[in-house]
């Protein structure tokens, strides 16, 4: 077995080892105790610079694929770029993040920047026939979550996480629980300089579609200098948009390892 190992968090895996890490989740998820202990609901992942240099350069499609596996009696997700197509890019290693603790407490940050334009009117003897002012309201230049709307999904997630498993093993034998979420190529691939690292976290939160309660992942991006360019009315922060879990979310062709 040959892996390279970036850091604690952060390493690569070989095509065949993250097949049977993909396969070991998934003779998981039908076994409540075993998910207990494998998933401490306050535990979190934690993406690298390298891990995001690497996507960066593999990345051709709008969206990429986290898969979930288990190596090393440890939870991984699995970062696989897909091609132009949307087809799963065929390479020898992917890289892969463990479950683990947080180490300092996450500080999530939404700046909100609001333009109010000002407008007078003079007449053609310079009387003053009008004014007004109108209020330009923030508008999302990044998929950004609402914070908290973030917040709610993480608490709830580490809250109501287990029972949330507990349900689906007992009366699905776990067939509805997610095996890979597709996310954003923009949640990862930003172009911000002063990106160093993102932390994901499970969340929770209810769908319309499905009328049922689904995790997802919420990505908080760690940057140097987090602040508003100042240009227009904008609203900047470092919660990313949301993944969509597969099942029920599968519309993405051609993943099979």
Not at 47 to 61: A, F, P, T, V
Not at 62 to 90: S, T, W
Not at 94 to 103: A, K, N, Q, R
Request: charged share 25%; glycine share 4%; proline share 5%.
């Amino acid at each position: 077995m040959i892996m390279t190992i970036l850091n604690s968090e952060d390493f690569m895996l070989r095509k065949d080892d993250c097949r049977t890490a993909m396969d070991q989740w998934s003779l998981h998820l039908s076994n409540y105790p075993e998910l207990e202990k494998l998933i401490p609901t306050n535990y979190i992942f934690e993406i690298g610079d390298g891990h995001l240099d690497w996507m960066r350069k593999n990345s051709g499609y709008e969206e990429f694929c986290v898969a979930m596996g288990i190596y090393d009696n440890q939870v991984i997700i699995i970062l696989v770029p897909m091609d132009e197509k949307g087809h799963r890019k065929d390479l020898d290693e992917f890289p892969c993040s463990l479950l683990c603790p947080l180490e300092n407490d996450l500080k999530l940050q939404e700046i909100q920047e609001y333009t109010v334009v000002k407008n007078a009117l003079l007449s053609k003897d310079l009387q003053n026939i009008d004014k007004n002012a109108l209020m330009t309201f923030p508008i999302a230049s990044k998929p950004v979550l609402e914070q908290d709307k973030a917040l709610d999904a993480i608490e709830k997630w580490r809250n109501e996480g287990m029972d949330w498993f507990y349900k689906e093993c007992t009366d699905y034998k776990g067939s509805r629980i997610f095996t890979r979420f597709y996310v954003p190529t923009a949640d990862l691939c930003l172009s911000n300089m002063g990106l160093k690292k993102i932390v994901c976290s499970f969340g929770l939160r209810y769908n319309d579609v499905y009328g049922r309660m689904l995790v997802t992942l919420v990505f908080i991006s760690f940057l140097e200098n987090l602040q508003n360019t100042g240009s227009s009315a904008l609203t900047e922060a470092n919660t990313y948009d949301w993944a969509k879990p597969c099942p029920p979310v599968c519309r993405i062709p051609g993943f099979d390892f």
